[in-house]
């Protein structure tokens, strides 16, 4: 019986996975998801209390994810710098982590990053984009202070812009539904832009 009810459930995710990333958290609706495993709202209310239930339910496994790198990533930085390994490598985890996530998660980060507008999670890029700010403030000052900056300091509008970069440029990888050979030759090309510039992928 608990075999047949998860079955159901797994159902009724499996129709609002398509619903909202057809329409949006916002122009998705509870009628249209039961429309899609042939039965009534009553059955949603069976495993569900709401549309916001269903949709965290379903955006959970990169939340958690996203939630638990953040939780270890002081300790990755204190690694690096222990370690003198510079920003290079700390930079480029972050990179790792992010298309991994991406080609794990593919819906969910969409639902999470693009169609969540009218849910709870509408704000979470938003309140990321901080984190990475505070957090990438703090993490390069402490990295000015190594042979590496060379006694150079980057400035707090340049360090907001690059996190709003990366952030909006993230986005835009989960709207295309790259190919993981697509996502593997951007993670090659950002890296070397972002480190080099124009040098890093073109003669100049």
């Not at 638990?68 to 990179?95: A, T």
Request: hydrophobic share 40%.
């Amino acid at each position: 019986m608990k075999e047949k009810s998860d079955r159901k459930r797994e159902l009724i995710l499996e129709a609002a996975r398509r619903e909202f990333l057809e329409k949006g958290f916002s122009g998705g609706s509870l009628r249209n998801i039961a429309g899609r495993v042939s039965g009534t709202t009553g059955i949603i209310y069976t495993y569900f209390r709401n549309k916001e239930d269903i949709f965290q339910a379903l955006v959970q496994p990169a939340v958690i994810e996203i939630e638990s790198f953040l939780k270890l990533e002081e300790i990755s930085f204190q690694d690096v710098k222990s370690r003198g390994v510079g920003i290079r490598e700390w930079f480029s985890r972050y990179l790792k982590f992010l298309i991994e996530l991406i080609e794990r998660y593919p819906d969910e980060m969409k639902l999470l990053f693009v169609n969540s507008s009218g849910s709870d999670f509408e704000n979470y890029r938003d309140e990321l984009i901080e984190i990475g700010k505070k957090r990438s403030r703090k993490n390069f000052r402490e990295l000015e202070r190594t042979e590496e900056f060379r006694g150079e300091q980057i400035s707090e509008f340049f360090l907001h812009n690059l996190v709003n970069y990366v952030f909006n440029i993230s986005v835009e990888i989960i709207k295309e539904d790259l190919s993981r050979e697509d996502l593997q030759l951007f993670e090659a090309e950002i890296r070397a832009f972002l480190f080099n510039g124009w040098n890093g992928l073109v003669k100049i």
